[in-house]
């Protein structure tokens, strides 16, 4: 079992549709980070969070520490959000990223 | 704002052929990173150096050498490639080594090796 599991590998959705991608992990963590990977592009951190609920434009994310799993979700989703989104957690008292495997959404208009 | 900036994008080598891949960042970052992205897999660390002067193995530092040149730059070395080592290549940087502050990533190198 992958110490980072994302859920779901394939998302297709409709603009305007809200976007969940989810993200469970199976160690203590100190934090956790979303990425945005774009296709045939680079890699943009979204955000980094260790506790609670964080809001940048449409997007937010949430981390529920407790039960090791974080959400991150697009409101009134466009085709210009499709890309591959990656979960990644820093273990406690570890200098290091553990990765999911990301998430590929494809918004169609 | 260049932000890190990896060079080249793209790269074909044979088998035995080495290569340097090179990365700069202006953001005045202590730590910089080297990761693959390989299908299926999540990205995997090469090698990383927490501060100018220091460099440390990652998960996956077999046929990889680097550099930490000054602050600003860290580049990655192929000394004999292998067709195992057809991947993308990443580099990175951040405030510091403890994961806690945003990583921020160059575009890539697509390596393929025949």
């Known amino acids: 079992k992958n110490e980072v599991e994302q859920s779901p590998q394939n998302l297709t959705a409709q603009e305007g549709e809200f976007i969940t991608i989810n993200c469970s992990y199976s160690?203590?963590?100190?934090?956790l980070h979303w990425l945005q990977q774009h296709p045939g592009g680079g890699i943009v951190s979204l955000f980094m969070l260790s506790s609670g609920k964080k809001k940048h434009g449409r997007l937010i994310a949430t981390i529920n520490i407790q039960e090791k799993h974080s959400s991150l979700h697009i409101t009134a989703s466009h085709p210009r959000d499709s890309a591959v989104y990656i979960c990644a957690v820093n273990p406690s008292g570890y200098d290091k990223l553990i990765f999911g495997t990301g998430t590929r959404l494809q918004v169609f208009p | 704002n260049a932000g890190v900036t990896q060079t080249p994008k793209f790269q074909v080598l044979k088998t035995g052929q080495s290569m340097t891949l090179q990365c700069a960042q202006d953001?005045?970052?202590?730590?910089m990173y080297w990761y693959r992205q390989d299908p299926g897999m999540g990205l995997r660390l090469i090698y990383y150096s927490a501060s100018e002067g220091t460099t440390d193995k990652g998960e996956v530092p077999n046929g990889y050498n680097v550099s930490r040149l000054n602050k600003r730059e860290f580049s990655l070395r192929l000394e004999s490639a292998a067709p195992s080592q057809t991947s993308v290549y990443f580099c990175a940087s951040s405030r510091d080594s403890s994961y806690n502050s945003p990583l921020h990533f160059g575009n890539g190198t697509r390596l393929t090796v025949t």
């Open positions: 953001m005045n970052h202590n730590s």
């Open positions: 160690v203590g963590i100190s934090a």
